[in-house]
């Protein structure tokens, strides 16, 4: 239209944009990082920005290809830097909107216990399973992002596939059913009730606390009931429990005064806390007070 000076939308970030929260997706399942997948579509944005649109046939599969391989660079480099992390390393918690979990195969691959499995597996072993069985790529477009052929990805899906299911909770829990025991047990923390929360935590629970040697936390892995409510029953009578979705399941974003200090999330098995994951390192906590996008 005349007197328009609107510029033509530039096809390399149209590209980028529409598949941006996927490569986010495929870059935190492999990291278990928000910061360093954001830090990676960073590294796949300059290089997809000099790239000949031309000579690419498939955005898409360009796209997973140079996020796999920038992940895959990063995820060796953690490796490193997890061998001297002060206590037990978890994941960085998400905020996830309620979509992700109706999706239920992407909110188990995003959970916090399904993340803590794939942290078992080598870099490689790890970005076949993740792009495979999430995101059911075929094995010539993985091959060509973890540089290797066809038939030997084929062999590390199946060796990652049996050490994944050796390792994974034998059942996934309904978000009804985690709702229900982290209700009960907000109610007991909250009130102080000492019985109510030996109730809701199976006999040989296991609390994961990670603080990053930057907060307080137990730099070991607290196991059983009455060792696990011993440690809750340290949180601040100022502290309030917030039910949300993360990591596509009920957690509880804990605040004391106002700021978020600890995100818990759970893992349920017949209908009783069976694992507990309390994240209080400052710097994991930067993508709790917004929803993450995640697709796949």
Known sequence: MAGTSQSAPDPATEAFVAHRNLLFTIAYEML???????????????????????????????????????????????????????????????????DVAEDVELADSVSMAMLLVLETLAPTERAVFVLREVFALDYDEIAEAVDKTPAATRQIAHRARAHIAARRPREVPSAAETRSALEAFRRAVETGDLQSLLDVLAPDVVLLSDGGGLVAAATEPVVGAGSV??????????????PVQ???????????????????????????????????????????????????
């Open 32 to 98: 278990g990082s928000a910061a360093d997948a954001e830090d990676v579509l960073q590294e796949v944005w300059l290089r997809w920005a000099g790239v000949d649109l031309e000579a690419v046939r498939e955005p898409r599969a360009y796209l997973i290809r140079i996020t796999t391989r920038q992940a895959l660079t990063r995820l060796r480099t953690l490796g490193r830097r997890k061998e001297s992390y002060v206590g037990p390393w978890l994941p960085e918690p998400l905020l996830t909107a309620p």
């Open 246 to 296: 993360a990591n596509g399941y009920p957690a509880l974003l804990v605040r004391v005064y106002g700021e978020v200090t600890t995100v818990m999330a759970v893992r349920v098995a017949d209908g009783r806390i069976a694992g507990l994951y309390a994240v209080r390192n400052p710097e994991k906590l930067s993508h709790v007070e917004r929803e993450t996008t995640l697709r796949r």
């Open 229 to 242: 409510a011993g440690v809750l029953g340290k949180i601040p009578a100022a502290a309030v429990l917030q």
